[in-house]
T-cell receptor, first 111, second 110 residues
């Protein structure tokens, strides 16, 4: 069965650079979520989209933005990267806001 | 703001012993989900609880949702080495705003 696809799997950036993470949800899923997980921490909800419209915002910094496109894929754009942005970024998708299926994550390292 | 606390943070048990993790929200939840994350992996959905006082079982796992819909628990009977991982509760305050608990990391000695 198709799963959530995230790209890239690993990304290394320098401070003040920008990064774009991509997420391809499971086909026919109507909700996409973005999470940030630091080492040994729980996933922190960043933002979600329902049917391509932003539905909720969590602890997403102003330097970050996200959108969902007509083909339902989503992108998380991160600017002016800081060392503290180094983390694992998960995308998850669900249908009818039920079980969330998580992607494998993108590991971002900011040097 | 809304908080979801989970205890204990760590639990180390002998294989065959029981294990319980507790989740408490500062506000009433519309529903709660439980996830398991193996080391190096991504969270995997276990179950969703919606009704006040709901109890659900999956083999050796028993999930409960409190009457006030502010707390929940996961109990594993007779742990096995395959149960190793971090267990997260995730509470929904609205349709798509979710807060994960801090997680309970379970380790097991054979």
């Amino acid at each position: 069965a198709a799963g959530v696809i995230q790209s890239p799997r690993h990304l290394i950036k320098e401070k003040r650079e920008t990064a774009t993470l991509k997420c391809y949800p499971i086909p026919r899923h109507d909700t996409v979520y973005w999470y940030q997980q630091g080492p040994g921490q729980d996933p922190q909800f960043l933002i979600s989209f329902y049917e391509k419209m932003q539905s909720d915002k969590g602890s997403i910094p102003d330097r970050f933005s996200a959108q969902q496109f007509s083909d339902y894929h989503s992108e998380l754009n991160m600017s002016s990267l800081e060392l503290g942005d180094s983390a694992l970024y998960f995308c998850a998708s669900s249908f009818d806001r039920y079980e969330q299926f998580f992607g494998p994550g993108t590991r971002l390292t900011v040097l | 703001g809304q908080q979801v606390m989970q205890i204990p943070q760590y639990q180390h048990v002998q294989e065959g012993e029981d294990f319980t993790t507790y989740c408490n929200s500062s506000t009433t939840l519309s529903n709660i989900q439980w996830y398991k994350q193996r080391p190096g992996g991504h969270p995997v959905f276990l179950i969703q609880l919606v009704k006040s006082g709901e109890v659900k079982k999956q083999k050796r796992l028993t999930f409960q949702f409190g009457e006030a819909k502010k707390n929940s628990s996961l109990h594993i009977t007779a742990t096995q080495t395959t149960d190793v991982g971090t267990y997260f509760c995730a509470g929904y305050s609205s349709a798509s705003k979710i807060i994960f608990g801090s997680g309970t990391r379970l380790s097991i000695r054979p």
